[in-house]
């Protein structure tokens, strides 16, 4: 089936720092890609959609300079946290549809410190 | 927008008990309404999924139900085990556009 491969899958860095979070579908194509934001026993919180060579949409409230993303190809959307800080710690989880459905990639576990 | 609520929070059968899980929607042009199962520090996995046009559909121990009218859907874990034991995250999608999850049942199967 479909995978989406995300890395890493734990980082800690120290405030005031970047951290860029890679996503990538393995066998498929992906035009659009969508990133998440889940704190500790939430559901998940759509923050943007990124578009294969184009301007991500972000969802109401989220910072677009802070969480920069870029989808340069078909497989690949990154998103960076910039200038990050404590309150930026959470889980992060990527997903592509390749058909009808989702797949989400294994997530990322943000810790700045 | 869509909402989706999602019910209980929290669940606990015994082994081989059934399990079900209950989520409502809002937007009636929802048409798409999938099951994730999420193991801690894991991303989602779907577990079964269930299109507008049928009522019902089964995968061995799992099954989803869905009415359209009261605009609810179900989930169903027969003969449960241990590693059931997991989040569960209902969602609904109208047309093309983005998922919406509900907020999630912990399901505890004791051994």
């Known amino acids: 089936g479909a995978v989406v491969s995300q890395h890493p899958s734990r980082v800690i860095c120290k405030s005031g720092t970047s951290v860029k979070i890679e996503c990538r579908s393995l066998d498929f194509q992906a035009t659009t890609m969508f990133w998440y934001r889940q704190f500790p026993k939430q559901s998940l919180m759509l923050m943007a959609t990124?578009?294969?060579?184009?301007?991500?949409?972000?969802e109401q409230g989220v910072e677009k300079d802070k969480f920069l993303i870029n989808h340069a190809s078909l497989t690949l959307s990154t998103l960076t946290v910039t200038s990050a800080h404590p309150e930026d710690s959470s889980f992060y989880i990527c997903s592509a549809s390749p058909t009808d459905g989702y797949t989400f990639g294994s997530g990322t576990r943000l810790t700045v410190v | 927008g869509e909402n989706v609520e999602q019910h209980p929070s929290t669940l606990s059968v015994q082994e081989g008990d059934s399990a079900v899980i209950k989520c409502t929607y809002s937007d009636s042009a929802s048409n798409y309404f999938p099951w994730y199962k999420q193991e801690l520090g894991k991303g989602p996995q779907l577990i079964i999924d269930?299109?507008?046009?049928?009522g019902e559909k089964k995968d061995q121990r799992i099954a989803v139900t869905l009415n359209k009218t009261a605009k609810h859907f179900s989930l169903h874990i027969t003969e449960t085990q241990p590693e059931d034991s997991a989040v569960y995250f209902c969602?609904?999608?109208?047309?093309?556009?983005?998922?919406?999850f509900g907020t999630g049942t912990r399901l505890t199967v004791i051994p």
């Open positions: 990124s578009n294969e060579g184009s301007k991500a949409t972000y």
């Open positions: 969602a609904a999608r109208a047309g093309a556009n983005n998922l919406f």
């Open positions: 269930i299109r507008s046009n049928v």
